[in-house]
């Protein structure tokens, strides 16, 4: 066991020694790597781990000589800082989690909900049963985005990418890669010529090129009418900071104007379907919107993490990982809400879920007879030099109030098998998953598989609605759980 006075003491004397660092781009090797500081982030990678990380116990002893920990007994071997976390995954095998960001990536998409991309996401889907060859269409566009201004839309199918028409993928995973190629230009400050063929057989030639933007990530809110029902629905693409500077900033205003909106309705459907997570604070504001009335001030959920940090009292009330209460003060009180969700939900949206799973009753809608991503676990920003390069290690662990939350495979649909409708707008009543909810709503029973089969072969104008392949190519997009520096304050990782 490593002594509390070794491990937190280097720890805080790591954190500022690097504070006073310079800009490495003032020296090092001309790739904005300085050997020393690439040495030094090397071993912090083991060191913040042992430090920090949820599955300490199962992490490889250091070495100590005297008051000493000697990393490099366990790094040298290793060329860099990811090296060393996904060496350390081999010990903690839940830990698909941690990761090293060297550009500052996360922290401006997440904190400050800007981006830099195309703003479009694309799938590859079997336009036929039996097809042996995916094509490419625009699955989601982020609103804001780049892609939203040059006017591409969900469903558009994507002919040719500059000019190459090899935007096929084969399923079995055989010469793919320059249609993978192709998919990830998307998420890049590339020029993209795209010539796109819309839903309704319109083709066109659209120019986009990635860049920053701010993304307004309530794609769609709106009421419906169901039989003289009010039902709202909410689709929401990403947990960008609610906070900053501990005030409510424009993404609060947004999403309380929405939930405003809501006012009167009989039911809800939250569409999560795109979102891969976020700031926590922000996951518990849409809690505090969704909980009841009679749960405003319950408990939301609770903090599992190592006997580090527990020592150190960082569990305790008012700490950063002390109890969370639900904290309403607006007053939609349904006792129902429905979520769509698929394998790209995860983290905060879990979170959300999970929360209200204890106080009123929670339909999930999923594809592919499976469930959400399965994420219930978070990070926070860990800086050993000033302007270099981060990580975030896996740290905490979040439980309902009914100490629930270990659903690292995922949260399983109460509709399992619905189908995703790629060629109808979100929000469309007759798009696969929403049109689930609205059966629900309006039967008090789901469809049975075979009908919501039925419905699948006649969904796309008479022709059955396109199945995803089974291989995607990886979306760089980060699918997380964060903490950030208004809730870190205590921490020696500080921003």
Same mark, same amino acid.
């Given at each position: 066991?490593?002594?509390?006075?070794?491990?937190? *003491?280097?720890?805080?004397?790591?954190?500022?020694?690097?504070?006073?660092?310079?800009?490495?781009?003032?020296?090092? $090797?001309?790739?904005?790597?300085?050997?020393?500081?690439?040495?030094?982030?090397?071993?912090?990678?083991?060191?913040?781990?042992?430090?920090?990380?949820?599955?300490?116990?199962?992490?490889?002893?250091?070495?100590?000589?005297?008051?000493?920990?000697?990393?490099?007994?366990?790094?040298?071997?290793?060329?860099?800082?990811?090296?060393?976390?996904? $060496?350390?995954?081999? @010990?903690?095998?839940?830990?698909?989690?941690?990761?090293?960001?060297?550009?500052?990536?996360?922290?401006?998409? &997440?904190?400050?909900?800007?981006?830099?991309?195309?703003?479009?996401?694309? +799938?590859?889907?079997?336009?036929?049963?039996?097809?042996?060859?995916?094509?490419?269409? +625009?699955?989601?566009?982020?609103?804001?985005?780049?892609?939203? =201004?040059? *006017?591409?839309?969900?469903?558009?199918?994507?002919?040719?990418?500059?000019?190459?028409?090899?935007?096929?993928?084969?399923?079995?995973?055989?010469?793919?890669?320059?249609?993978?190629?192709?998919?990830?230009?998307?998420?890049?400050?590339?020029?993209?010529?795209?010539?796109?063929?819309?839903?309704?057989?319109?083709?066109?030639?659209?120019?986009?090129?990635?860049?920053?933007?701010?993304?307004?990530?309530?794609?769609?809110?709106?009421?419906?009418?169901?039989?003289?029902?009010?039902?709202?629905?909410?689709?929401?693409?990403?947990? +960008?900071?609610?906070?900053?500077?501990?005030?409510?900033?424009?993404?609060?205003?947004?999403?309380?104007?929405?939930?405003?909106?809501?006012?009167?309705?009989?039911?809800?459907?939250?569409?999560?379907?795109?979102?891969?997570?976020?700031?926590?604070?922000?996951?518990?504001?849409?809690?505090?919107?969704?909980?009841?009335?009679?749960?405003?001030?319950?408990?939301?959920?609770?903090?599992?993490?190592?006997?580090?940090?527990? $020592?150190?009292?960082?569990?305790?009330?008012?700490?950063?990982?002390?109890?969370?209460?639900?904290?309403?003060?607006?007053?939609?009180?349904?006792?129902?809400?429905?979520?769509?969700?698929?394998?790209?939900?995860?983290?905060?949206?879990?979170?959300? &879920?999970?929360?209200?799973?204890? @106080?009123? =009753?929670?339909?999930?809608?999923?594809?592919?007879?499976?469930?959400?991503?399965?994420?219930?676990?978070?990070?926070?920003?860990?800086?050993?030099?000033?302007?270099?390069?981060?990580?975030?290690?896996?740290?905490?662990?979040?439980?309902?109030?009914?100490?629930?939350?270990?659903?690292?495979?995922?949260?399983?649909?109460?509709?399992?098998?619905?189908?995703?409708?790629?060629?109808?707008?979100?929000?469309?009543?007759?798009?696969?998953?929403?049109?689930?909810?609205?059966?629900? +709503?309006?039967?008090?029973?789901?469809?049975?598989?075979?009908?919501?089969?039925?419905?699948?072969?006649?969904?796309?104008?008479?022709?059955?609605?396109?199945?995803?392949?089974?291989?995607?190519?990886?979306?760089?997009? *980060?699918?997380?759980?964060?903490?950030?520096?208004?809730? &870190?304050?205590?921490?020696?990782?500080?921003?």
């Amino acid at each position: 066991m490593i002594k509390k006075s070794i491990l937190f *003491g280097a720890l805080i004397a790591m954190f500022f020694a690097s504070s006073c660092e310079k800009d490495p781009t003032n020296g090092g $090797d001309g790739d904005g790597k300085d050997p020393d500081k690439e040495t030094l982030f090397r071993d912090s990678a083991y060191y913040y781990s042992l430090a920090l990380s949820l599955w300490e116990d199962k992490l490889p002893a250091p070495v100590i000589k005297g008051d000493q920990i000697d990393l490099q007994a366990y790094t040298g071997k290793f060329k860099d800082a990811e090296a060393v976390l996904n $060496d350390l995954r081999k @010990y903690a095998t839940l830990d698909r989690f941690s990761f090293v960001d060297r550009t500052g990536d996360v922290s401006s998409e &997440i904190q400050q909900g800007v981006y830099k991309e195309t703003g479009a996401i694309p +799938i590859f889907l079997l336009e036929t049963a039996g097809a042996t060859k995916a094509q490419m269409y +625009i699955r989601l566009v982020q609103k804001g985005s780049p892609a939203a =201004d040059a *006017g591409l839309t969900r469903g558009m199918k994507v002919v040719s990418v500059n000019g190459d028409k090899n935007v096929l993928l084969d399923p079995n995973g055989s010469n793919d890669q320059k249609a993978i190629e192709l998919y990830q230009k998307f998420f890049t400050g590339d020029k993209l010529v795209l010539e796109v063929v819309s839903p309704d057989g319109k083709a066109s030639t659209i120019t986009v090129t990635g860049t920053s933007y701010k993304m307004d990530p309530i794609l769609t809110n709106k009421v419906l009418e169901l039989n003289g029902k009010k039902v709202g629905y909410f689709a929401y693409t990403s947990f +960008i900071n609610v906070y900053t500077g501990g005030k409510p900033n424009e993404h609060y205003n947004k999403m309380k104007a929405a939930f405003d909106g809501f006012a009167g309705v009989d039911e809800l459907v939250v569409d999560l379907r795109y979102n891969g997570g976020g700031s926590t604070l922000s996951a518990e504001e849409l809690s505090n919107f969704l909980v009841p009335t009679a749960y405003a001030k319950s408990s939301m959920y609770k903090y599992k993490i190592n006997k580090h940090l527990i $020592d150190e009292g960082l569990n305790n009330e008012g700490m950063p990982f002390g109890p969370v209460n639900f904290d309403k003060t607006n007053t939609l009180n349904l006792k129902r809400v429905y979520f769509l969700v698929t394998k790209s939900t995860a983290s905060a949206s879990e979170l959300v &879920i999970n929360n209200l799973k204890p @106080y009123m =009753d929670v339909q999930i809608i999923s594809t592919g007879n499976a469930g959400t991503y399965g994420k219930p676990v978070g990070f926070f920003e860990s800086k050993v030099l000033k302007g270099y390069a981060s990580y975030y290690i896996t740290s905490f662990q979040l439980l309902n109030s009914k100490g629930d939350g270990d659903y690292f495979t995922g949260l399983i649909g109460s509709k399992k098998d619905a189908y995703e409708g790629f060629t109808k707008q979100l929000g469309d009543p007759s798009e696969g998953m929403l049109s689930e909810a609205l059966y629900h +709503i309006a039967n008090g029973s789901y469809r049975s598989s075979s009908a919501s089969a039925s419905l699948r072969k006649t969904s796309r104008a008479g022709k059955a609605e396109m199945e995803p392949s089974n291989k995607q190519p990886v979306n760089p997009q *980060g699918i997380g759980m964060y903490k950030f520096a208004d809730e &870190i304050k205590s921490l020696p990782t500080a921003f």
